[in-house]
Every structure is written in structure tokens, then in C-alpha cells.
């Protein structure tokens, strides 16, 4: 758990469990969510997913939107990346093997966010746009917000092809003539430049391909590749 606080549940789930409805073996993912869900106190068909297309598109989500994506990818919230609310038992999800997972969390005003970034997501700034959303809806402010990155692939393994340096000229990095880029890196600067606390952020700091026999990795593993969830959610 990222953020221990008594009114929040904020996790991702680790190997061999697939949490994907559309990616992995798949045969076992309802049944896998049931358990890991359970454990932390949430009933896997209240679930809010969204479809996640790598948008820059935020979703308020509310009670109408409990169970959509839960038993089925096709019900999940179209066209959307990032997903926030201020109301109790709506247990947020996102799945990632490789993209970044990052947990919001406003204590001040009650409200969290649950945000979906590769790279595509990343450069059209879909976790600034989470921000901004719950700044407009919830009056949060940055200073106030909590956040934490989930795994992903971090910059050590994340070797990318050339033509990334005119899309990320300041995070990428050239190491033995291949570039590698820092997708935690380009997120931070989407904080940090909305005023969110350097001291509130906090990482996991474990990146999906160095630690691939504990998390799924879609470059380690290409398309058998399962998918983790991260779920946040008020109590
Ligand atoms: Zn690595």
C-alpha cells in the first residue's frame, strides 16, 4: 500500500494473477479479481474501469458507473485514461503491464484519482488533465494532493527508437547508442508543474522489466503478457 490512511484503500496487485479482461490468459481474471479484491475489503462487481486507449480523457465517476468494465471489457468507460471521484465505496481501477499507475489522493477535500500513463497517454499530459479536473471539480489544491507511481517500466529498460527524441527532448536518455526513455520523469514534471509537493509524491520505485518475475511486463513479455490492477478507493 502506497498511502496508508485509514479512509482510503490504494493497491496493485503482483504476479501470476491476471487482472486483464482483454490481455493474457484471461480464462481466470474474474476469479482472480474476486480474491484480490476481497482481500482488500472491495466487491470485485462494483468495480470502475475504463477502456483505457491511451486518451488524455478524465472521467468523473460516480455511483451510476459502479460494475462498468467489472465483469466485461466492452461495459468499461469508452475512450478514457484517468478516472477520479469524492465519493465513498466507488473503487477505481486501472490495469498496466509497463504503463504507469498513479494513485491521486486529496485528503484535504476527500477526492482521489487513478490515472492510466504510457507513453501516448504521457505526452498529451492525461495525468496534468486528472489534476486539473479535480482542481475544477472538487476545488483541490496541488499543494494538498498526495500521489503515488505504481511499477512500471522505468528508464533502465525502457530502450525506445529515435524518433522519441523530438517527443521528449528533456527524458530521454542515450545510453551505449540506444535511447531509453523516463516515463516516471515526464510525469513528475506534470506535477511538480501544477504544484503538487516534490515531499507528497511517493514511488514504488520498481520498474515491471528488472522485477518481471513479480510484475507483468508487455516489453518482457509481449503479448501473452497479463495485466496488474491498481485500485484506489474511499471508505
Ligand atoms: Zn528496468
Given at each position: 500500500?502506497?498511502?496508508?490512511?485509514?479512509?482510503?484503500?490504494?493497491?496493485?496487485?503482483?504476479?501470476?494473477?491476471?487482472?486483464?479482461?482483454?490481455?493474457?490468459?484471461?480464462?481466470?481474471t474474474?476469479?482472480?479479481?474476486?480474491?484480490?479484491l476481497?482481500d482488500?475489503?472491495?466487491?470485485?462487481?462494483?468495480?470502475?474501469?475504463?477502456?483505457?486507449?491511451?486518451?488524455?480523457?478524465?472521467r468523473?465517476?460516480?455511483?451510476?458507473?459502479?460494475g462498468?468494465?467489472?465483469?466485461t471489457?466492452?461495459?468499461?468507460?469508452?475512450d478514457?485514461?484517468?478516472l477520479?471521484?469524492?465519493?465513498?465505496?466507488i473503487?477505481?481501477a486501472?490495469?498496466?503491464?509497463?504503463?504507469?499507475?498513479?494513485f491521486?489522493?486529496?485528503?484535504?477535500?476527500s477526492?482521489?484519482?487513478?490515472?492510466?500513463?504510457g507513453?501516448?497517454g504521457?505526452?498529451?499530459?492525461?495525468?496534468a488533465?486528472a489534476?486539473?479536473?479535480?482542481?475544477?471539480?472538487?476545488?483541490c489544491?496541488?499543494s494538498?494532493?498526495y500521489?503515488?507511481?505504481?511499477?512500471?517500466?522505468r528508464?533502465?529498460?525502457?530502450?525506445?527508437?529515435?524518433?522519441?527524441?523530438?517527443?521528449?527532448?528533456?527524458?530521454?536518455?542515450?545510453r551505449?547508442?540506444?535511447?531509453y526513455?523516463?516515463l516516471v520523469s515526464?510525469?513528475?514534471?506534470?506535477?511538480?508543474g501544477?504544484g503538487?509537493?516534490?515531499?507528497?509524491?511517493?514511488?514504488?520505485r520498481?520498474?515491471?522489466?528488472c522485477?518481471?518475475?513479480?510484475?507483468?511486463?508487455?516489453?518482457k513479455?509481449?503479448?501473452s503478457?497479463?495485466?496488474?490492477?491498481?485500485v484506489i478507493?474511499?471508505?
Amino acid at each position: 500500500m502506497i498511502f496508508k490512511d485509514k479512509n482510503l484503500i490504494c493497491k496493485t496487485s503482483t504476479r501470476p494473477q491476471n487482472m486483464s479482461l482483454s490481455y493474457g490468459a484471461t480464462r481466470d481474471t474474474l476469479s482472480n479479481r474476486k480474491s484480490f479484491l476481497a482481500d482488500c475489503g472491495i466487491d470485485y462487481r462494483s468495480l470502475v474501469c475504463a477502456q483505457q486507449l491511451h486518451s488524455d480523457n478524465v472521467r468523473y465517476a460516480t455511483e451510476t458507473d459502479c460494475g462498468r468494465g467489472a465483469l466485461t471489457y466492452e461495459s468499461a468507460i469508452a475512450d478514457t485514461d484517468a478516472l477520479i471521484t469524492n465519493k465513498k465505496n466507488i473503487p477505481l481501477a486501472v490495469f498496466t503491464a509497463d504503463c504507469l499507475s498513479l494513485f491521486l489522493y486529496d485528503p484535504k477535500t476527500s477526492s482521489i484519482g487513478l490515472v492510466h500513463a504510457g507513453w501516448r497517454g504521457s505526452l498529451k499530459g492525461v495525468t496534468a488533465k486528472a489534476i486539473v479536473k479535480m482542481k475544477e471539480r472538487f476545488r483541490c489544491k496541488p499543494s494538498d494532493l498526495y500521489i503515488g507511481l505504481g511499477p512500471c517500466i522505468r528508464s533502465c529498460c525502457y530502450q525506445v527508437g529515435g524518433e522519441f527524441a523530438g517527443l521528449f527532448p528533456d527524458d530521454l536518455f542515450l545510453r551505449k547508442r540506444r535511447y531509453y526513455l523516463d516515463l516516471v520523469s515526464i510525469n513528475r514534471k506534470q506535477l511538480l508543474g501544477l504544484g503538487v509537493k516534490e515531499a507528497n509524491i511517493s514511488d514504488y520505485r520498481i520498474c515491471t522489466s528488472c522485477s518481471n518475475k513479480k510484475y507483468f511486463s508487455f516489453r518482457k513479455e509481449g503479448n501473452s503478457a497479463g495485466r496488474m490492477i491498481s485500485v484506489i478507493m474511499l471508505k
